[in-house]
């Protein structure tokens, strides 16, 4: 029966952070039915195993019991993922940009839009002046400059790569890594480092609650 109810633990904590939004931190949207599918398999793995032992009688073992506290503690402890820290580490890339950056109005571009564009645009005054109404996390590098960053995934946060834009801040600024904000501004052309780079230029910046799902595919 202990192997029985060891895996309806696991099938619940594996549909529960599904269904909770959990899952939405640390695994792209495409893959969520996948793993909901088989947590309900070990549910009626569960259900299975428990009808069959119903007469048999199981000794408790010390790998069972740490199986499930290891159950229980995943679901009274919601996962904290740092992405300032996470993208930090890791170099920026972007697939190559889709048509749509170009054609969408600016203020409907997202940040990964914006960085996509940007990219593949070498000339950053045909930007100049362009409404931008994006949200991301802070990013932080060393003492570089922070920007306005968000994560990119093809699967989980273990291929996640960082999409960030340089941003003006005010002199009253003062934004901490992973801080999420809602800016809309401008798009400006300054010269940093001896290089002519488009820049956010913040006309309000609103700090806002982490997105449901934050990462992008």
């Known amino acids: 029966m202990m192997r029985a109810l060891l895996l309806q633990l696991w099938g619940w904590m594996v549909v529960w952070s599904v269904h909770s939004g959990r899952l939405d931190l640390l695994l792209a949207g495409g893959f969520h039915k996948l793993v909901s599918a088989s947590g309900v398999a070990l549910l009626i793995g569960g259900v299975m195993v428990g009808l069959k032992s119903r007469k048999r009688k199981e000794s408790v073992s010390w790998p069972w019991l740490a199986s499930a506290g290891m159950a229980v503690l995943v679901l009274l402890v919601p996962p904290q993922p740092s992405f300032s820290d996470l993208a930090a580490s890791r170099p920026q890339g972007l697939l190559e940009p889709p048509d749509l950056a170009f054609v969408l109005p600016p203020q409907q571009r997202t940040l990964t839009d ?17 409404p931008v109404n994006i949200s991301g996390f802070v990013l932080k590098r060393g003492d570089q400059p922070a920007q306005i960053a968000r994560l990119r995934v093809r699967c989980c946060l273990a291929d996640a790569t960082p999409a960030g834009l340089p941003v003006s801040w005010p002199v009253d600024a003062k934004p901490k890594a992973n801080q999420w904000l809602k800016i809309e501004g401008q798009m400006k052309v300054e010269t940093r480092q001896g290089q002519r780079v488009a820049v956010v230029v913040p006309e309000t910046i609103t700090p806002i609650q ?8």
């Open 114 to 130: 914006w960085v996509r564009l940007l990219r593949s645009q070498p000339d950053p005054d045909l930007v100049d002046g362009n």
């Open 210 to 217: 982490r997105p449901k799902r934050p990462l992008e595919p």
